[in-house]
């Protein structure tokens, strides 16, 4: 995990039930929106023409839009206390 910077690492280490979780739904989600981010700012603006990666963007937004769902379903504490510490808009 060496390419999460250091305020991303705070954020997943916030998100964590114990020291060794590494698959919980909120982790899952939080890295998800770090990888989207990632793309939207620094890739897909200088790709332009690069469809196989604005395709693979859109499939993982899709997905994370489908896991938080699942997450406000079961878990609604944890799924605030994700949007406030990733500054995502509640979904409709």
Request: glycine share 2%.
């Amino acid at each position: 995990m060496s390419y999460l910077t250091k305020e991303q690492k705070e954020i997943l280490s916030k998100l964590r039930y114990q020291e060794s979780d590494v698959g919980s739904p909120a982790l899952v989600i939080a890295r998800m929106t770090f990888r989207i981010n990632n793309l939207k700012e620094n890739y897909l603006p200088k790709n332009k023409k690069d469809f196989v990666a604005l395709r693979s963007f859109l499939k993982l937004w899709q997905n994370r839009k489908q896991k938080l769902k699942d997450l406000a379903k079961k878990n609604h504490l944890k799924y605030e206390q994700l949007l406030t510490l990733l500054m995502l808009k509640k979904q409709k």
